[in-house]
């Protein structure tokens, strides 16, 4: 390729908003990628933990889509999420400790956990305020447990 057709293909990759790797910041695109899923479990989340606690009424569609969305997020295949080398030792803009690339086993079973609790969320979210209150520890500790060993606190 001559270097004006990569330059177009750059370009056009970033007119599509596909991620382009810089070579000063390894590992930006999956970083936010995966960061943006969190985000996405953390913002479906917060409608539950809301009428949980009952700062906002429990409605049920509500419930269900938040709950439906978690599940959906949670069942994401992660492999190409976390390559090596995208540790808080190794680049900036992340909290991924890691511990993460010492025992990966453990770090799929927590994501497996996740799903589980997901699922179990999903069945439970859309039937009562109870059937979310009972779901909502597992769920929650699912995020806790993970957090705990593997996310650089703030
Ligand atoms: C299997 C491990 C694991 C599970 C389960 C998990 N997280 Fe995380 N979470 C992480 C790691 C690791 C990071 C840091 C990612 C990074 O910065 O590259 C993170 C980051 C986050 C962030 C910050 C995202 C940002 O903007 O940088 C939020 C919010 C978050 N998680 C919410 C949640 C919620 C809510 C759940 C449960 C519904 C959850 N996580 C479950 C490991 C996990």
């Not at 991924?96 to 609790?117: G, N, Q, S, Y």
Request: charged residues 20%; negative net charge.
């Amino acid at each position: 390729m001559t270097v004006k057709r990569v330059l177009t293909s750059v370009a056009v990759a970033a007119a599509l908003g596909v991620g382009v790797a810089l070579a000063d910041q390894p590992f930006q695109t999956e970083i936010e990628a995966r960061q943006g899923q969190f985000k996405l479990l953390a913002f479906n989340l917060g409608p539950l933990v809301g009428m949980a606690r009952g700062d906002i009424e429990y409605d049920a569609a509500t419930a269900q889509a938040a709950a439906d969305n978690i599940a959906a997020i949670a069942s994401l295949q992660q492999d190409r999420l976390w390559p090596a080398g995208s540790d808080t030792d190794s680049v900036s803009g992340t909290r991924a400790l890691p511990e993460i690339w010492d025992d990966t086993d453990d770090v799929m079973a927590k994501f497996e956990a996740l799903r589980e609790a997901a699922l179990a969320m999903q069945q439970a979210a859309g039937t009562g305020l109870d059937g979310v209150r009972g779901q909502l520890r597992t769920l929650g500790s699912a995020c806790s447990t993970c957090h705990d060993a593997y996310r650089e606190p703030q």
